[in-house]
């Protein structure tokens, strides 16, 4: 069974929007706050990837799931202080970066795969080809997996596949070098 911990991501113009990361079941108090704590850990190395205009807050829960996503149980954790970025460059609001977490998983003829994706980020993440350069690849998948060694010992990292009821252990961070843009329904 999953627990899962949302970071906030406040953009300007009001824009809000959610990096949701699941572990596996927090059994106490103490588990739900490492895995707090490694969220903001993890968003904290990367602030001079995001512009200053954007902050990122954390939730004041963990939440338990049962494989199929019914709430089986909260715990409330003190949430980590909110980061700010610190990068000053011009940026596109729908342009960034993304994160596989890579598991040894096969659901349904497909590798299991999670994805989070850091947008905003600023021009400073990509080159003059509009690639995301490999200092900034290595920067994430550093962040990345200083977050799976903090919860480790406790409440592993992993995806969870609501679609098909299982989840598995992520094993690690990987950043494709291609830039992620987000999109809403209407473009």
Not at 46 to 72: A, K, M, Q, R, Y
Not at 83 to 110: C, E, K, M, P
Not at 172 to 180: D, F, I, L, Q, R
Request: glycine share 10%; hydrophobic share 45%.
């Amino acid at each position: 069974m999953p627990a899962e911990y949302r970071a906030i991501w406040n953009t300007p113009g009001g824009g809000v929007g959610y990096s949701v990361f699941h572990f596996d079941d927090a059994a106490s108090t103490s588990e739900a706050q490492t895995i707090a704590n490694a969220v903001r850990q993890f968003f904290n190395a990367l602030v001079g990837l995001f512009p200053d205009e954007v902050s990122i807050t954390f939730d004041t829960e963990v939440l338990n799931l049962s494989l199929t996503g019914v709430l089986t149980g909260v715990f409330p954790v003190v949430p980590p202080g909110g980061v700010v970025g610190s990068q000053t460059l011009a940026y596109n609001r729908a342009a960034g970066l993304r994160v596989d977490w890579t598991t040894g998983a096969i659901v349904a003829g497909r590798r299991l795969t999670g994805r989070t994706y850091l947008v905003p980020a600023s021009i400073g993440a990509f080159d003059s080809a509009g690639l995301v350069t490999v200092a900034t690849v290595v920067a994430v998948q550093n962040a990345g997996n200083a977050m799976l060694a903090a919860v480790a010992a406790t409440t592993p990292m992993v995806v969870w596949s609501r679609t098909h009821s299982t989840t598995a252990g992520v094993q690690a961070s990987t950043v494709p070098n291609k830039g992620a843009i987000l999109t809403g329904r209407r473009d």
